[in-house]
């Protein structure tokens, strides 16, 4: 599976932005879906995840209810909109694909493909 992720840019806090995640080859409806982010001078963590069939979804605390991951399988597109962004968030912004299938599974390292990121910027 190749990802190319998309959708970033330079916003103010308060904004709302969705990333896309664009995957290639026919297998992208038997991979769980995740997005991670990684900060300046921070490790890359967990953002959201969201299962093979778009119904159930993870998401980490600091992003719980204002951004949203889904998923269109017949476009082999996953997305996040981000709602009520702060500054904290930040980040380039990494879309991956684990063919194992577990949403609980939030370590990086547990993702085997990766696309290239995408850098989101909230400025005060």
């Known amino acids: 599976v190749q990802l190319q992720a998309s959708g970033g840019g330079l916003v103010q806090a308060g904004d709302s932005l969705k990333l896309s995640c664009a995957a290639s080859?026919?297998?992208?409806?038997?991979?769980?879906m995740g997005w991670f982010r990684r900060a300046p001078g921070m490790e890359r963590e967990f953002v959201a995840a969201i299962n093979l069939s778009g119904v159930r979804k993870n998401y980490a605390g600091s992003v719980k209810g204002r951004f949203i991951i889904s998923r269109v399988n017949a476009k082999a597109v996953a997305y996040l909109q981000m709602n009520s962004l702060k500054p904290e968030d930040t980040a380039v912004y990494y879309c991956?694909?684990?063919?194992?299938?577990?949403?609980?599974?939030?370590?990086?390292?547990?993702?085997?493909?990766w696309g290239q990121g995408t850098l989101v910027t909230v400025s005060s």
């Open positions: 991956a694909a684990d063919p194992i299938g577990s949403i609980w599974r939030t370590s990086k390292d547990e993702y085997a493909y």
């Open positions: 080859g026919d297998t992208f409806r038997a991979h769980t």
